[in-house]
């Protein structure tokens, strides 16, 4: 990507993810897409099933990461394995970790795909879940890694607002380090189920031809099925230890 173009990608993540939080600028989140994810067969005994219970309630689903885990996300591209380590980010690792122990990565869609920048996901489809997350703010953990090719941060509107919403860098986009992009793991294993992402959406409305996010928060799936047909999805996650 051109400094030129990687600038404006990286302002458009900053107008997003940056504006105060109202229906306006709230990431869009999952719903099954294609006929293959919207028939896709029950999970299987190792993916987590979500806890409504949790997902509707954060305080519930607090809890603390192991040193080191690995996440595989069953997507509508393949199989896609997370290897997170805590003393990266250890805050970011603890929320990751509670998000999947909960179930949350279910119908999750990459909503927000930039060709040669990154892959955004983790709005929920369920609207009531979405808005019982948005508030959920951590706080922030200093940079120790890079966010090179296939590493994992939390998408944010300055300090100390990440939820839920997560990126995959396509490749080395080492100029967020300084802005405080914290990468807390790292895709091992299905980066070429990453580069293989739907990305013919770009960026979103109203700077592009995207979901718009106010409506994501509001109409949840339903819009997105409807609307945007060919996004890519995570059916669902499993931990691997």
Sequence with gaps: MSVRNFALALAAVLAVSCAPKTQENTQPGSAGT??????????QNKEIKPDMEKLKNPAAAAETAPASFKVKFKTTKGDVTISVTRDWAPR???RFYSLVKAGY?????FFRVI?????????????AVSAAWRPANIQDDPVKQSNGRGYL?????GPGTRTTQ???????????????????GKVTEGMDVVDSIYNGYGEGA???AGPDQGRVQMQGNAYL???FPRLDYILGAELLN
């Design 225 to 227: 099925k409807k609307d």
């Design 153 to 157: 941060s939390y998408a944010m509107a």
């Design 34 to 43: 294609q006929a293959a994810a919207q028939q896709a067969p029950a999970a």
């Design 206 to 208: 109203p700077r592009g």
């Design 166 to 184: 997560f990126f995959i860098n396509f490749g080395d986009n080492s100029q967020l380090d300084s802005m405080g992009f914290s990468p807390f």
């Design 92 to 94: 970011g690792a603890d």
């Design 115 to 127: 060709g040669g920048f990154m892959a955004q996901f983790g709005i929920h489809g369920d609207p």
């Design 105 to 109: 990565f279910t119908d999750i869609a």
